[in-house]
Structure formats: structure tokens, C-alpha cells
């Protein structure tokens, strides 16, 4: 299962109702294990962006649909990446020229 890490940053809407954000993240939590994926965790940041999301999904299509869907929400803007483990990358890696 792929890894993917998701930056987020609150709307307006999403910094009005900001005591809802515990609830709306294990609300998302939820949706990724119902999509076939794992939920590995939320951390609130200090900075450029005020929190990031990392779960697994079983393809790139399921957490485009699972990122859109948050996003739809309107409480935040994210950004999405996949992300590649150790064992992945020395897989990249060795077929490297």
C-alpha cells in the first residue's frame, strides 16, 4: 500500500470552527479505513502549514478521492504527496543506470 502525506492549511470556515478539527480528523481517520487504507496519524503545526495528515491508500486513485473529498468539506486546503519508504526507495534506486 502506498504512503501519502497530506499538508493542510484551514479556510476561513475551517478556522471559524476550529474546535471541530479533532472530530473532523478521526472523521477522515474513519474514511480512509473504510476506503481500504490505514490512517497513521494527525499532528497541528506551527508555521506554513497548520497540520499534516499521513495515511496509506491501496492506489493513487483512492487518496485523490479521499483528499478531494476533504477538500469538499471546505474547512481546508490540501497538498498531497506520495511518499516512498526505505524499502521502496532502495528498490528505485537499484535501477538506477
Given amino acids: 500500500m502506498s504512503a501519502y502525506v497530506t499538508l ?5 470556515q475551517g478556522a471559524r470552527t476550529a474546535k471541530d478539527t ?3 480528523a478521526r472523521a477522515f481517520g474513519q474514511t480512509v479505513e473504510a476506503a481500504g487504507g490505514q490512517f497513521i496519524g494527525v499532528w497541528w503545526l506551527l508555521g506554513a502549514y497548520d497540520g499534516v495528515i499521513i495515511f496509506q491508500a491501496p492506489d493513487g486513485e483512492t487518496a485523490t478521492r479521499l483528499a478531494l473529498a476533504v477538500g469538499m468539506l471546505g474547512n481546508v486546503r490540501t497538498t498531497t504527496m506520495e511518499a516512498f519508504g526505505e524499502e521502496e526507495m532502495a528498490r528505485i534506486v537499484q535501477k538506477l543506470p
Wanted: no cysteine; net charge positive.
Fill in 22 to 24: 479533532v472530530k473532523r
Fill in 8 to 12: 493542510f492549511n484551514f479556510t476561513e
